[in-house]
């Protein structure tokens, strides 16, 4: 596609709820990562996929998230047992190599945690 | 801790107005990114300089790196209400590969 797609834009789930979000990136675009942008706060950083190699899940806040990218395209961020902390904008973003290409982000999937 | 400090936190101002926004950290950048984000959306890309005291001009904005790259700036000149929005520097460390975001910068220009 043109940009980078995230799906769901906003959802809403109850406290102890998995939710899973959705981001196809650019075609073409080897690297994809993910962030947390909460009110007030930077962009905070998840997880980072580049071309095959094992990811860079440093930034997993918790043993309740995890991601996978298949194919080398889409990828899926998924939250188990889900808090109101969880609670933020979930952004994905391509590039086409790395962090020197500049990223382009999706236009993030709003998390509200009941 | 953030790595990268935005400062102000907050402007707002009136339509004509210059305005600047800074962005410091005691690291050392391969490079530093610009990015403007508008409600309900994500960043948008707007600049990426790699050399020490580059500046870059993008029609009424000023991007400038500092000579040991730890700091950039953005100038906008006559600000106008569609500059209205958060904007975030991003930059990774020497050696690291991906980036770290400040906490932006929210500019309000008043019509």
């Known amino acids: 596609g043109a940009g980078v797609s995230q799906s769901p834009s906003n959802k809403v789930t109850e406290k102890g709820k998995d939710v899973e979000l959705r981001c196809d990136p650019i075609?073409?675009?080897?690297?994809l990562y993910w962030y947390r942008q909460s009110l007030g706060q930077g962009l905070e950083f998840l997880i980072y996929?580049?071309?095959?190699?094992?990811?860079?899940k440093s930034g997993l806040p918790s043993d309740r998230f995890s991601a996978e990218r298949t194919g080398g395209s889409v990828s899926t961020l998924t939250i188990q047992r889900t808090q109101q902390e969880d609670s933020a904008v979930y952004l994905c973003?391509?590039?086409?190599?790395?962090?020197?290409?500049?990223?382009?982000f999706g236009s993030g999937t709003r998390l509200t945690v009941v | 801790t953030q790595l990268l400090e935005q400062s102000p936190q907050f402007l707002s101002i009136q339509e004509g107005e210059n305005l600047t926004v800074y962005c410091n950290s005691s690291?050392?950048?391969?490079?530093l990114q610009w990015y403007r984000q508008e409600p309900g959306e994500g960043p948008v890309l707007l600049v990426t300089?790699?050399?020490?005291?580059e500046v870059k001009k993008l029609k009424r904005l000023t991007f400038q790196f500092g000579d040991a790259r730890k700091d950039s700036s953005l100038h906008i000149t006559a600000a106008q209400p569609g500059d209205t929005g958060l904007y975030l520097c991003?930059?990774?460390?020497?050696?690291?590969?991906?980036?770290?975001f400040g906490a932006g910068t929210t500019v309000t220009v008043r019509a």
């Open positions: 300089v790699v050399t020490g005291g």
């Open positions: 996929f580049q071309g095959n190699s094992a990811p860079d």
């Open positions: 973003a391509s590039s086409l190599r790395d962090k020197n290409y500049g990223y382009t």
């Open positions: 075609s073409g675009h080897t690297a």
């Open positions: 991003a930059g990774a460390a020497i050696g690291d590969y991906k980036l770290s």
């Open positions: 690291s050392v950048f391969s490079s």
